[in-house]
Nanobody
Framework: QVQLVESGGGLVQAGGSLRLSCAAS????????MGWYRQAPGKQRELVATVTSPSRTNYTDSVKGRFTISRDNAKNTVALQMNSLKPEDTAVYYCNAEIATRTWNVYGIYWGQGTQVTVSS
């Protein structure tokens, strides 16, 4: 059993910053890609950023230069530092990871429960 638990969402004014964190726990053998997705009301879920192991990062164009993704392999965590936030960044943010478990030793996709980020203008 694997769980992803997010924290750090909230309400912030435009131009402000928030830091999201996600911790993976359970019977984990290895983690390949970790990332963040978001879903705004009435829109499809979209990729925000991913980080591989070793740390190669990828960002959607709208957050480049403002968001930074990082991971701690020893702790099985991934973080998203969000600066210069805009109202259009308002969404539920989901942690995502490709994890191989000790039971099956094959990679599966896991999601967190989501954390709300609201940016006021």
């Amino acid at each position: 059993q694997v769980q992803l638990v997010e924290s750090g969402g909230g309400l912030v004014q435009a131009g402000g910053s928030l830091r999201l964190s996600c911790a993976a726990s359970g019977s984990i053998l290895s983690i390949s890609v970790m990332g963040w997705y978001r879903q705004a009301p009435g829109k499809q879920r979209e990729l925000v950023a991913t980080v591989t192991s070793p740390s190669r990062t990828n960002y959607t164009d709208s957050v480049k230069g403002r968001f930074t993704i990082s991971r701690d392999n020893a702790k099985n965590t991934v973080a998203l530092q969000m600066n210069s936030l805009k109202p259009e960044d308002t969404a539920v943010y989901y942690c995502n990871a490709e994890i191989a478990t000790r039971t099956w030793n094959v990679y599966g996709i896991y999601w967190g429960q989501g954390t709300q980020v609201t940016v006021s203008s």
